[in-house]
């Protein structure tokens, strides 16, 4: 009888040990498809009007005193996370620099 307790005990352990590992496996393999396909999106920005194109109007928009702006946008996610887009735009409406960050919103 201890035989068989002790074999389902172990099987046990190894069964919520593989489960937990896929689980997070899966969890990289998907945030890692979801950070290239923001990057991808976001390296086919060149100007303001792309920009707006792609994400819409920005959420935010911090005016510098060289003429530069930095434009914010918010975007929820279908799983509850929100991805944060940042783009620093020149007085030529051109592109300086880009950013993104994922946050949980829960």
């Given at each position: 009888m201890f035989a068989?307790?002790?074999l389902v005990l172990v099987l046990s352990v190894l069964?919520?040990?593989a489960w937990s590992l896929g689980r997070d496996y899966?969890?990289?393999?998907?945030?890692r498809r979801e950070a290239a396909s923001v990057e991808a999106r976001l390296?086919?920005?060149?100007?303001?009007?792309?920009?707006?194109?792609?994400?819409?109007?920005?959420?935010?928009?911090?005016?510098?005193?060289s003429g530069r702006r930095l434009c914010v946008w918010r975007k929820p996610t279908p799983d509850?996370?929100?991805i944060t887009y940042s783009l620093t735009i020149a007085p030529d409406e051109a592109v300086l620099d880009r950013a993104w960050k994922r946050t949980p919103t829960r």
């Open positions: 068989v307790e002790a069964a919520l040990t899966a969890r990289r393999r998907r945030d390296a086919g920005i060149h100007t303001f009007s792309d920009a707006r194109r792609e994400l819409g109007f920005p959420d935010e928009t911090l005016e510098g005193p509850g996370r929100l």
